[in-house]
């Protein structure tokens, strides 16, 4: 499983769309929740897909959170335009 961390609180029908749009698009999306402080997406499958539709939404992630084993590893972000250009290595891994 993996949890993407948004920076803030999205707004209510921003995040009605977002959820629309990952329903549709992303293999294994399984719910989009919001805090007080952010805003959480968890998928079991394409992780990249769900990347590209928070970034085109103007979303800033904040991590990355990746269950494996009963272990968490966690990857911070630091902007979307360096996420679009770097490769997430958890470890020996590749996220994707």
Do not use: P, Y
Not at 6 to 19: H, M, P, Q, S, T
Not at 30 to 44: D, F, G, L, M
Not at 73 to 88: R, V
Request: glycine fraction near 8%; include cysteine; proline fraction near 0%.
């Amino acid at each position: 499983m993996k949890m993407i961390v948004v920076k803030g609180r999205i707004e209510d029908d921003i995040l009605e769309r977002i959820a629309i749009r990952l329903g549709m698009f992303v293999d294994g999306f399984r719910e989009v929740t919001a805090t007080h402080s952010s805003t959480n997406v968890v998928v079991e499958g394409d992780l990249w897909s769900a990347l590209r539709i928070l970034i085109e939404e103007g979303c800033e992630v904040e991590a990355i959170h990746v269950w494996d084993n009963g272990r968490m590893k966690t990857l911070e972000m630091f902007t979307c335009e360096q996420l679009g250009k770097e490769t997430i290595k958890f470890d020996e891994e590749v996220a994707g």
